[in-house]
């Protein structure tokens, strides 16, 4: 799709034109091959027009150019005054609107007659001749086809201008980009206004934003789903329309006003119903929308001690705008979700409003913040395995907090950030309820394998029997919290003898085992060495 104007038009003179049997000639072509044409009307009346809508392909025989009572005269072949005839009946047609007139030969007529030939030519009707051979119900078959055929067409540019319109919602300048789109897709210029009558953005060559306040001022004083119209000499401006963005309340929060050329068609008008729709879901978040959290950020920014000392009433309406930001209940609890991006995760292009609405739109949540890691989210949710597996696909990785009350959230909060290094460090998500709330259970499988790695390394790669000596000495005079006497005892050693192994392996690894700090490290380490000689071994035996 090319994104032409021209393609959301309906079934034109000229296609229709195009697609009828060749025996069917067009005797005048009055240059409106590109008018839409609305349906195919036989008709024997002599002023068919109160029955017609605009846009219409007449079909006649020839009856309304006989004489009156339709009898032959003159040789059967002169019709009483049949040029004052034909020109009424051709201008009463052009007036209505019709886009072209089909004259069928048989019964009455061998050929199109002069007068209604020169009738057409002098008011500008397109005409077309229709042999005997070609039935009027097959021209209305044909057309019923080209609709049929269109109206899929349509739908489907539709479909895909739809797509279009909410890829614009959800970039980094989702009116700009609406605004663009539209004037892809149909031919006209657009402006968004503010409610101070001031341009937010445009698309196209407008007319001077002064030239429209008369326009605004009846937009913005009206009330009501409406239209306000205006015309200026100007091209693209021949016909100006303006449509109010209105709040749930009706209040007039902007306006788009739009030019044209000429009359939108009605799939036309579909898209700039479209972006009006979301021209006023865009400015009702921006302005009268999502009241919850505003009033929340602001009640806890102006008064953050009443979250931890104040009363009932206050804590209260605290939990209330807490509920509708995360659409729960006031006694229902929520978790902290945090969310970090992998390596492999596709970049967010469309800037970070996308993003935001994606996490809002999985989290079921308001409360959500973008961060330098990622994301941070509030929501009633249970987070579920299916969620989490979704959000992975992603390319995301998550930390799940408990289920708690309002005033729990910010230890909530400190506890999911306590484990996102481990996160980063696995590659997998966790969830604090799973959590073993303990140094070696924060530090998780990988991480602590990696400390044991670098920390323990001089001692690894001895000789496995030296290597595991020096690892047992060692872990036993840890537990023993540096005690000889016990370390010899367990190990069935003389004291001396540790003394001299410990003394060795803090040379080899070249710590002062005497620091604290050191021998909690070690502690921390040692409690990964048997998962490290596993996967060592492991390794070993597959080279």
């Known amino acids: 799709m090319d994104g032409s104007p021209d393609q959301l038009d309906a079934v034109t003179l000229g296609q229709f034109l195009d697609a009828l049997p060749p025996e069917v000639a067009v005797v005048h072509d009055a240059g409106n091959r590109h008018v839409p044409l609305r349906w195919v009307e036989p008709s024997e009346l002599e002023d068919p027009t109160p029955y017609l809508l605009d846009g219409e392909f007449v ?15 003159g040789g059967g072949r002169d019709i009483r005054n049949s040029t004052s005839r034909a020109q009424e009946y051709v201008r009463r047609l052009v007036d209505a609107g019709v886009a072209a007139l089909g004259f069928g030969l048989q019964p ?53 201008t739809n ?90 929060l902007g306006s788009l006003v739009l030019g044209a050329d000429k009359p939108l068609t009605p799939a036309q008008n579909s898209v700039v119903s479209s972006v009006v729709g979301l021209l006023e879901l865009l400015v009702r978040q921006r302005t009268s929308g999502s009241l919850a959290p505003s009033q929340l950020a602001t009640a806890l920014l102006l008064h953050p001690e009443t979250l931890a000392g104040g009363n009932t009433r206050q804590l209260n309406g605290l939990k209330d705008l807490l509920a509708q ?21 596709p970049a967010a292009d469309d800037g970070p409003v996308r993003e935001l609405l994606q996490w809002r739109r999985l989290f079921d949540s308001k409360m959500v913040e973008l961060t330098d890691y990622g994301f941070a989210a509030v929501t009633r949710l249970k987070v579920d395995d299916q969620l989490v597996e979704e959000v992975e696909q992603l390319g995301w990785r998550l930390v799940v907090g408990e289920p708690v009350e309002l005033s729990g959230l910010p230890a909530a909060y400190r506890r999911t950030s306590s484990l996102r290094p481990r996160v980063a460090a696995t590659g997998k998500s966790a969830r604090v309820e799973e959590v073993t709330w303990s140094v070696t259970g924060l530090l998780g499988r990988e991480a602590g394998t990696m400390l044991a790695a670098r920390l323990l390394a001089p001692v690894l790669e001895l000789e496995p029997e030296r290597r595991d000596g020096q690892l047992r000495v060692l872990k036993c005079w840890l537990a023993a919290n540096g005690s000889w006497d016990a370390t010899a005892k367990e190990l069935g050693l003389h004291r001396n003898s540790v003394r001299r192994q410990v003394n060795a392996i803090a040379e080899l690894l070249d710590l002062d085992l005497g620091l604290a700090q050191s021998r909690a490290e070690l502690w921390i380490a040692l409690q990964y060495d048997e998962v490290l000689l596993a996967g060592n071994a492991q390794e070993s035996q597959d080279r």
């Open 325 to 345: 930001s995360v659409a729960g209940t006031r006694s229902g609890q929520v978790r902290v979700v945090q969310g970090m991006r992998t390596a492999d995760a």
């Open 59 to 73: 079909l006649t025989a020839g009856l309304p150019f006989r004489g009156e009572g339709n009898g032959e005269s």
């Open 163 to 252: 797509r279009h319109l909410m890829r614009a919602v959800l970039s980094a300048r989702p009116e700009h980009e609406l605004l663009a789109a539209l004037t892809q897709r149909v031919p006209v210029w657009a402006v968004l206004f503010g409610a101070d009558g001031r341009a937010r953005a445009r698309a196209g060559a407008a007319v001077e934003p002064s030239q429209l306040q008369p326009l605004l001022k009846k937009l913005m004083t009206g009330s009501g789903p409406r239209v306000e119209t205006e015309a200026f000499d100007a091209p693209g401006s021949a016909l100006v329309f303006g449509h109010p963005l209105r709040s749930n309340k009706d209040a007039t």
């Open 108 to 160: 009455y007529y061998d050929g199109v007659p002069d007068h209604v030939l020169a009738a057409c030519r002098q008011h500008g009707l397109t005409l077309v001749e229709v042999p005997a051979s070609v039935p009027f119900a097959a021209l209305g078959l044909e057309f019923s086809k080209l609709l049929e055929s269109g109206n899929v067409r349509v739908f489907r540019q539709l479909a895909e």
